[in-house]
């Protein structure tokens, strides 16, 4: 394991990437100031911005590709939103109908001339463009959401918490592939030929046992905007041969990517512990799942996504396809998205932002009256404020009044807790600490071979997943996570490390650690023997100029995301609520909480850093008197 690089080779300027790479999921806003203004939308911030959180900020190569599509396939008051599959396009479009802004006037002008109105349009691979394992067995790589620029804000809406839009490896490639004539245009989907039972369903491409199904070859359209000939010899195989080699590079084997996949998901089921090459990971003898320990469960019950949020996402999707349409209940103070998503997919949400046993109580009262629920969706321990949900008695209740338990582990990551015979379903985020490089998206839905959900639950996984997981993605997140193991202790040590300097700091109002926090009892009851509390912290002080000074002194990355090698902080409040910040705070979420995502470096110079802020602080506090 190599020590993080000290933060002031990471952070660099203001919208600089974080790292500084092409993929990078972070970017950095160095100063209290500047994520204010990124919230404002002022020009002084957002003129700079290279990159930002995935799902918040286009990629500008996604964006560019989106225009281009735009241009060919629209008109000048058109834009696209690019999707890995049709599936996941004719979700987005299904939100664009059913919340479009001049609504009536929209589905009046697709009846008379519907190409001026909302439709998909698939880019597939020629005949004459064999790819080496880069799709899978589909051969559509982009399906693109033709829109009305006025309906822009609900396309973004989609695309932030859904997480179903494209990675920004896959848009490179095919964005090249499109300059190049490698892809072609497939008929166009139109809102009104697409039958209502299938309008969130996607196609059964995902067979078990890492097998797939066959899906029809696509038919093959001309038009005036693409017009060049479709025969098989159109395009010379070598020559696309080339065009993918010069694309990933000699290093880079994308017949690889299956096996990457499995790799993953053996590390996530623990079967995979070691930090070895990838030819050794697939061929090593499973080391007996060691960390889940639930009796029949393998990697085959492990379904991976493009992020954590579209894990989410889906899982939502496929509880609501399985189980009926019921209202789900959301439990504790949780990612803003992930309530979004329950509030706006399915028939609501029951939200309980404290996440206390009085929540608890009421819940049960409700059950006891008999009203059914499909799923309780929770994190363990919870973002920002690291509080863990009593998952026994949440287990309990589930067990006795029907309805299912989802747990999201990104925070407590499965090396610390054990929480899989608690739940029906685990969620993650593997951009996070799974990856730790910052420079690649993921996500993973785990069923519990025990819940009573489960061949339910199997059943419509295979009728609904796709393997929407971009090749490259994998295999960049394969070698990011080798070495998951061994980075978690020293990330706990490192971050109980800061915690003590915190605590020892007269200007420190709270820390939210989950070792400190009056829920500890709950999250014990689910913690390994050799685990810690994590590497993800708040903190909070007496007043905003303190918590400003704290932030802008700290000499770390600083930026969206958690989880990363290197420390990086955030005002995430700001971040994350901005337009609710009194909504927040009646849940004890102060606009000023400081998050403090704790990495590999050296923990004394850690501590050091955060010594020397909470000197300028002393040094406010000594000029204000």
Request: proline share 5%; aromatic share 10%; with cysteine.
């Amino acid at each position: 394991m190599t020590m993080a690089p000290l933060a002031s080779t990471i952070h660099g300027e203001l919208g600089q990437a974080i790292p500084d790479t092409p993929h990078a999921v972070s970017v950095s806003l160095p100063s209290w100031k500047a994520n204010v203004g990124y919230e404002e939308g002022e020009e002084w911030v957002l003129s700079k911005m290279k990159n930002g959180y995935p799902r918040f900020f286009i990629h500008i190569g996604i964006q560019a590709f989106a225009e281009a599509v735009a241009r060919k396939y629209g008109s000048s008051d058109e834009q696209a939103m690019l999707f890995p599959s049709t599936a996941a396009a004719t979700r987005c479009l299904d939100f664009l109908a059913r919340n479009a802004t001049h609504k009536s006037t929209a589905l009046q002008v697709s009846a008379k001339r519907p190409n001026d109105h909302l439709r998909i349009v698939d880019l597939v691979l020629r005949n004459s463009a064999p790819s080496p394992d880069i799709t899978g067995t589909s051969k559509t790589i982009i399906s693109a959401v033709i829109f009305p620029r006025s309906e822009f804000k609900h396309a973004k809406t989609f695309w932030q918490h859904s997480g179903e839009g494209v990675s920004s490896r896959r848009a490179e490639f095919c964005f090249k592939a499109f300059e190049e004539g490698y892809l072609a245009l497939r008929s166009p989907v139109l809102l009104e030929n697409i039958p209502q039972d299938r309008m969130c369903k996607g196609p059964r491409r995902y067979q078990r046992k890492a097998s797939h199904g066959q899906i029809d070859e696509p038919v093959l359209v001309s038009s005036a905007e693409d017009s060049s000939p479709m025969s098989p010899t159109s395009l010379d195989r070598q020559d696309y041969a080339q065009f993918v080699e010069e694309r990933f590079g000699r290093n880079l084997d994308l017949s690889l990517a299956a096996n990457a996949k499995l790799a993953v998901r053996r590390r996530i089921a623990g079967s995979l512990t070691a930090d070895v090459d990838l030819p050794e990971a697939i061929i090593m003898p499973s080391e007996g799942v060691a960390v889940r320990k639930v009796q029949g469960f393998s990697e085959d019950d492990i379904y991976l996504y493009p992020c954590g949020m579209n894990s989410i996402f889906n899982t939502h999707r496929i509880m609501l396809k399985a189980r009926g349409h019921l209202k789900s209940i959301s439990f504790g103070f949780p990612y803003i998205d992930t309530l979004k998503i329950l509030e706006k997919w399915g028939p609501g949400c029951l939200f309980y932002g404290h996440g206390s046993s009085a929540d608890l109580d009421d819940l049960e009262t409700r059950c006891k009256r008999g009203e059914k629920f499909l799923a309780l969706f929770c994190e363990f321990p919870g973002n920002p404020l690291l509080k863990s949900p009593d998952l026994r008695r949440i287990r309990k209740l589930a067990d006795k009044y029907d309805f299912a338990v989802v747990v999201d582990e990104t925070i407590g990551n499965f090396m610390n807790v054990h929480i899989l015979p608690a739940a029906d379903i685990v969620v993650s985020s593997l951009t996070k600490v799974f990856s730790g490089d910052s420079n690649v998206m993921g996500g993973s839905s785990i069923l519990n071979s025990r819940s009573r959900y489960y061949h339910q639950l199997r059943r419509t996984m295979t009728d609904e997943y796709e393997d929407n997981y971009w090749p490259e993605d994998a295999i960049y997140l394969e070698r990011n996570s080798r070495d998951f193991v061994s980075r978690i202790d020293r990330i706990n040590k490192n971050a109980e490390a800061i915690c003590q300097v915190l605590n020892a700091s007269p200007y420190v109002k709270e820390i939210y650690y989950p070792k400190y926090s009056a829920t500890r009892p709950f999250y014990d009851d689910f913690r390994h023997p050799t685990g810690g509390y994590g590497g993800l912290l708040s903190v909070t002080f007496h007043t905003t100029a303190e918590a400003i000074t704290f932030f802008d002194v700290l000499e770390v990355a600083k930026g969206p995301s958690l989880g990363t090698n290197f420390t990086l902080c955030s005002p995430y409040v700001i971040l994350a609520h901005y337009n609710e910040l009194d909504w927040a705070a009646q849940f004890g979420v102060e606009a000023d909480l400081i998050r403090i995502s704790v990495g590999l470096e050296d923990t004394h110079e850690l501590m050091d850093k955060c010594k020397e802020a909470l000197a300028a602080v002393a040094k406010l506090e000594d000029t204000v008197l």
